[in-house]
Nanobody
Framework: QVQLVESGGGLVQAGGSLRLSCVAS????????MGWYRQAPGKQRELVACMTSGGRTEYADSVKGRFTISRDSAKTVYVQMNSLKPEDTAVYYCNLVLPGDMEYWGKGTLVTVSS
């Protein structure tokens, strides 16, 4: 059974930075995708950034140039968030998709950006 555990959320002032981490446990295999989604109050969950096991990345337009996703192993993914804005306030969820479209989610970590 795969489990994802996020860390690194918190309160930061606008213009500040945070780094979120996600560690997966269990069997991670094949070509897979790890990434981050977020959900703000009253809004739908949306993609922030993701990275394939081959290194291909995708970013939401709203975070391009400010956020950087990285992986240092098959089981760990980070997102470096710079120049944070109040509209980045949300619960950030780690996501993993394995071959066969098996999908897993973390429980989320709250990021609050004050103006």
């Amino acid at each position: 059974q795969v489990q994802l555990v996020e860390s690194g959320g918190g309160l930061v002032q606008a213009g500040g930075s945070l780094r979120l981490s996600c560690v997966a446990s269990g069997s991670i295999f094949g070509i897979n995708v790890m990434g981050w989604y977020r959900q703000a109050p009253g809004k739908q969950r949306e993609l922030v950034a993701c990275m394939t096991s081959g290194g291909r990345t995708e970013y939401a337009d709203s975070v391009k140039g400010r956020f950087t996703i990285s992986r240092d192993s098959a089981k760990t993914v980070y997102v470096q968030m710079n120049s944070l804005k109040p509209e980045d306030t949300a619960v950030y969820y780690c996501n993993l998709v394995l071959p066969g479209d098996m999908e897993y989610w973390g429980k989320g970590t709250l990021v609050t950006v004050s103006s």
